[in-house]
């Protein structure tokens, strides 16, 4: 498995939209160890294949929610492969936000607090469920990547600038 770069604001790539994938297939497969240990690596929950730019719709999620008897967490990494929301709940959530592609920064974004989305795994196989909670944020996150829309984008012009100003600041001091 390979760490992989992970593209930052403002590389032209994060706004690109990922095309399906045909078939599921080995590179498949390796492409998702490396994203997992991507993921790993820089302490992320989720990661879509345009942040490592790879134009496709693969993604990785692992909320690590549950933890051992050392209080430490359990690693439990999923696939989504082709992943797309069949439909949203009408109730909003509001979660804390950040993202690998623009990092060490925040802010609260509303989505909705449900999804209902399909998607293959590394095998191929297909699956259909509702989520809610982290996850459905997460998924709504990461598949906006795949679509070239990042979390800056769901957060008023003001707030966005901002974000973006404290970034440029971190980046100078090193």
């Not at 879509?48 to 359990?74: F, N, Y």
């Not at 998924?139 to 795949?146: G, S």
Request: charged share 30%.
């Amino acid at each position: 498995m390979t760490v992989m770069t992970v593209l930052e604001v403002p590389d032209p790539r994060l706004r690109l939209v990922a095309e399906p994938v045909e078939t599921v297939d080995d590179s498949t497969r390796t492409l998702v160890a490396d994203m997992i240990e991507t993921m790993y690596d820089f302490n992320g929950i989720g990661l879509a294949a345009t942040q490592v730019g790879v134009q496709q719709r693969v993604l990785v999620i692992d909320l690590q929610e549950e933890k051992d008897e050392d209080d430490k967490p359990i690693k439990n990494p999923k696939a989504y492969i082709n992943a797309e929301i069949l439909s949203v709940s009408d109730e909003v959530s509001t979660y804390n936000e950040g993202c690998l592609s623009i990092p060490e920064q925040y802010a609260e974004v509303a989505r909705p607090a449900r999804c209902r989305v399909k998607w293959l795994d590394e095998t191929g196989a297909a699956f259909e469920e509702d989520l809610d909670g982290l996850l459905s944020t997460c998924m709504q996150h990461e598949i906006d990547h795949l679509d070239g829309v990042l979390f800056i984008d769901h957060i008023s012009r003001l707030k966005r600038d901002m974000v973006l100003k404290k970034l440029a600041k971190q980046r100078k001091l090193g």
